[in-house]
């Protein structure tokens, strides 16, 4: 039976619904069509999955998605909207009349759609069932992905070069004779992304104290004897799926405290490889990473490891399964990070991330990027 | 007052509450935050804005965001994760102990969330608070937003002339003796715009009967002698703010079925500028522009004029207010497009699409772009 059939049979409900743009990763997973602005999926019980999309995207829904499709016209929407005189709550009541049911909804479903559509039958929230769909990435999916790792490389690469060819002028990196900035930097990296049909928004390439922030993206001129952390999670613009890596550079002599502190890091992550395989829990990984950090002498607090041992990619940057607290228990077929860091305000910070998959007794690493601190 | 307080006594509760990243326009502009991942922001009556972040984000915060700051582990998550084993019941938990009473929270608030959050205390919904603040732009966010326009219309330069360098070879553009591709055209124009700090996913470069849907991305060889369409809507990193523009060419001739389309929309255009005041409604406008094409013999249906005449700009590319059917009353200082299009399957489309601000008597158009059908 189809998994989401299973889910409405399971939560007594007539049809699962969405209502999204496919920024939505459920939304695009399900469908496999591209729109900016929100449309309704509409999958109820052994019938196939709906589409129901304004007039203006019909003839492109129709050659670019995997689903059925109808216009809001179609649907009634019209006739309905003259009585309500409200797009939300004539949408809500368009939906309902097409399910002829009770809902089953994922739980990023907006509030104010629901809320509209408890006056017309019982909305269920799905917490799990698209998530971990998702999760599980079959052969193409993880094709997708080691392709778009390959172009993450390459834009590595790009900024490797870049930082290598500076030249210091004091403690300041210089590219051309203009400081070498980390928006430089980036804009080579998401041109050549861009080029191989990859988007990179918000790359990190951040440099001496920003590096104590994990997510501090950096500005500035980028600077001799510094750690440089370098996080790009490009997503093929065809496909949707991501790709993340991180590497941490010193271009020159880095301290004494920060090469210690990449020496174990580097020694954290090939722990976390060595304890992935399928059975064992994200939080299991986790912990075991933390103890190590933890029995190194590198307490976590309000500096330190502060932040998830990894993550699932997939269409989203951040899905399941999590190495973390709650991580729960990994499968054959999860695409993970592995990227542990340590952070400290007044010495910076190192995270090194590395991507794959979960194997039937192991972890295959689709990062195949050196890990050298001096460059 | 402040306006989420005046909203909060309406409604009569104690907190507005928004859980999500910064990709949601609303949490964006309440907060100046970037983050990839969601976050809490609690506002409670009469007190300053508070973000509540995971410890990795708590420095980034304070020095990024406009908000008072605290880490989930001071609010008493990891104590509340404990008891409830769920991080979504608890990050529930938590907000609510922290808000001490009713919640209002936006419409595209996760059910799921909600859900959690009522066994807790009521949640009313807001619709528009939010959404009408953002819609009137000060003079930062339009300084912002022509600023993005500018960008948009170098972008729009660069296609412009790789398509007049190209040399026709049969019906195909050839560029570098290479056929010139909407991928190679959209490609150059991000890098561009890359360069100014913008991204532009999802660039429109659509030629021949691809122009028919108004928003098919464009795929292959660009074509002698038929209907170009480029669409581009870049953001700016920095500022989040979005301009979008959008002009029809041809090389070559244009069929005269398509040039009499691009006149009749041309005149289109400047017909809904000039009904554009405060106090007309957005529906108003649009259906003026309707009439306007049926009455040139260009009805409406499944082709023709299939979308509205326009959409607010601001964080989000179509936010408030609408020229549409539903569209209400324009205000001194929304910004807005005007994006008349008339599209047939067998003939191909055209779209002119200009922004502008809706000043005190009229509108003071920030598009400076000729129109031109032939290049």
């Known amino acids: 039976m189809d998994t989401i059939d299973r889910a409405l049979k399971e939560a007594g409900a007539s049809a699962y619904v969405i209502y999204a743009s496919s920024e939505d990763a459920n939304m695009f997973y399900l469908t496999g069509f591209k729109t900016g602005d929100p449309v309704f999926y509409l999958k109820c019980d052994g019938n196939p999955a709906t589409l129901i999309v304004p007039q203006m995207e019909y003839e492109r829904a129709v050659s670019e998605s995997r689903c059925e499709v109808m216009t809001r016209g179609d649907a009634g929407y019209f006739e309905i909207f003259e009585e309500e005189c409200d797009p939300l709550r004539a949408g809500a009541k368009m939906v309902c009349a097409q399910a002829g049911g009770d809902l089953l909804v994922p739980g990023t479903f907006p509030l104010a759609l629901a809320r509209e559509m ?45 930082i290598k060819k500076a030249e210091p002028r004091g403690s300041v990196l210089y590219y051309d004779s ?108 986790h912990q075991a990473v933390l103890d190590f950090f933890t029995d190194a002498g590198y307490e976590s607090g309000t500096g330190g490891f502060m932040h998830s041992l990894g993550h699932g990619v997939g269409l989203d940057i951040h899905e399941n399964p999590a190495l973390s607290p709650s991580g729960g228990e990994l499968r054959e077929g999860h695409v993970i990070t592995v990227e542990p860091g340590l952070y400290y305000q007044g010495i910076g910070g190192v995270r090194l991330e590395d991507m794959g998959t979960v194997t039937k007794d192991g972890f295959d690493c689709f990062t195949k990027y050196k890990e050298e601190i001096r460059i």
């Open 178 to 285: 203009e400081p070498l900035t980390s928006d430089m930097v980036r804009a080579e990296m998401q041109c050549y992304l861009l080029r191989l049909g990859c988007t990179a928004a918000d790359t990190i390439v951040s440099c001496g104290p920003e590096t104590a922030m994990p997510h501090n993206k950096g500005n500035g001129a980028l600077l001799m004897d510094e750690p440089i952390v370098i996080d790009v999670f490009p997503r093929s613009e065809k496909t949707g799926y991501h790709a993340d890596m991180t590497r941490t550079f010193v271009r020159g002599e880095p301290s004494r405290e920060i090469e210690d502190i990449y020496n174990t890091v580097k020694e954290a992550k090939a722990l976390g490889w060595s304890f992935i395989r399928p059975g064992v829990s994200g939080s299991e990984v």
């Open 118 to 162: 408890e006056s017309f039958c019982n909305i269920y929230v799905d917490k799990t069932t698209v998530k971990n769909m998702r999760a599980l990435k079959n052969p193409h999916e993880i094709k997708a992905i080691k392709s778009v790792q390959r172009a993450a490389e390459g834009a590595m690469d790009i900024a490797v070069s870049m």
